[in-house]
């Protein structure tokens, strides 16, 4: 019998999953289709046992559910528990068990474009709300040495470095201290909203004592270049956006379902074309 997945959120209609699933599932012959569910945060509870119910093999959770879905779930993974989100829901028998695949997606797709593991670099974190949270938690459980997290309101930042359950050297910064001791990072990590429609124009840091050698990552990717990417490049830096970010967290998905990791630079082509060219 042909396998269902989905996704939940509300709204739901933009998403790109369902046609980087579907695509992955037909190039692998696999008999599934997954199918964008838009579910009201009032009707989660009846969403999860509807699924549930109905035989839904897995399931993508996005915005606003992440955090709520926790505790309708029957398991969660150790990381997802620590980033206090599930993005992934895998079914085991009658169980459903949550997962986080943001974090990882991210570090993947970033020592992948930096050419080699980023765990020993000295990291520049920007942000510090749920997507930094995914990324902070996943490099210190991997073994990254030191994370630095500048963000504008320091009781969040403090907040998630205090909360952290793997070890980590940090150091918390404000906006204007990161800007001035920017030349010691090699990798700067950029998670907030700032350089996203309409404010396109805008940089949370001020670019100008980047060294020449770093690496920008954005986890933003559209547009496909902002403003603190430009920035970067002009001085020199390489850049990243968070279209593989974006990717990678669906591929790791695709295999907790499946057991099979799918071809990555076809699920990229994907989102790109639906993107309309959009490089990564
Ligand atoms: P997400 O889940 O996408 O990470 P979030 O949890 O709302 O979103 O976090 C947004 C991040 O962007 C936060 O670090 C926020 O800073 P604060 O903790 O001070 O709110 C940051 N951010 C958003 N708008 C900002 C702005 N205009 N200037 C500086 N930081 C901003």
Same mark, same amino acid.
């Given at each position: 019998?042909? @396998? ?7 709204? #739901? ?5 369902? =046609? ?12 599934? $289709? ?5 579910? %009201?945060?009032?009707?989660? @509870? ?29 398991? &969660? =993974? ?11 829901? +895998?079914? @085991? ?14 570090? $993947? ?8 593991? +980023? ?6 974190? &920007? ?21 630095? &997290? ?5 009781? %969040?930042?403090?907040?998630? %470095? ?18 001035? @001791? ?32 770093? /690496? ?17 490049? #002009? ?10 970010? /974006? ?8 295999? %907790? ?5 799918? =071809? ?5 082509? &994907? +989102? ?9």
């Amino acid at each position: 019998m042909k @396998k269902l997945y989905g996704v939940i959120g509300d709204p #739901i209609g933009h998403s790109m999953s369902p =046609d980087m699933h579907n695509d992955a599932f037909k190039a692998l012959g696999i008999d599934a $289709h997954y199918q964008p569910f838009q579910i %009201k945060s009032e009707e989660l @509870k009846m969403a999860v046992l509807g699924m549930k119910a109905i035989g839904l093999s897995g399931f993508n959770v996005t915005v606003p559910h992440k955090t709520a879905i926790m505790p309708l779930l029957d398991e &969660i =993974d150790p990381l997802a528990e620590a980033i206090g989100a599930v993005n992934t829901v +895998v079914r @085991k028998g009658n169980r459903f068990i949550g997962y986080n695949t943001d974090g990882e997606g991210f570090v $993947h797709g970033l020592n992948e474009k930096y050419g080699r593991s +980023v765990l020993d670099q000295h990291i520049l974190l &920007i942000g510090a709300g749920g997507a930094a949270r995914a990324i902070y938690y996943t490099l210190s459980q991997q073994g990254a040495v030191r994370v630095d &997290i500048a963000n504008r309101t320091p009781e %969040k930042a403090e907040q998630l %470095k205090g909360r952290c359950p793997y070890p980590v050297e940090t150091a918390l910064l404000s906006l204007e201290e990161a800007e001035k @001791k920017l030349g010691e990072y090699d990798i700067i990590i950029q998670t907030t909203s700032i350089g996203m429609s309409p404010n396109v124009d805008e940089t949370p840091i001020n670019m100008d004592n980047i060294r020449p050698d770093a /690496f920008v990552s954005d986890i933003i990717y559209n547009p496909a270049e902002t403003m603190i990417m430009k920035k970067a490049g #002009i001085q020199g830096a390489r850049v990243q956006n968070g279209l593989k970010m /974006f990717v990678y967290q669906g591929a790791l998905a695709f295999e %907790k379902w499946t057991g099979i990791l799918p =071809d990555l630079k076809r699920m990229e082509k &994907i +989102v790109q074309n639906k993107l309309g060219g959009t490089s990564c």
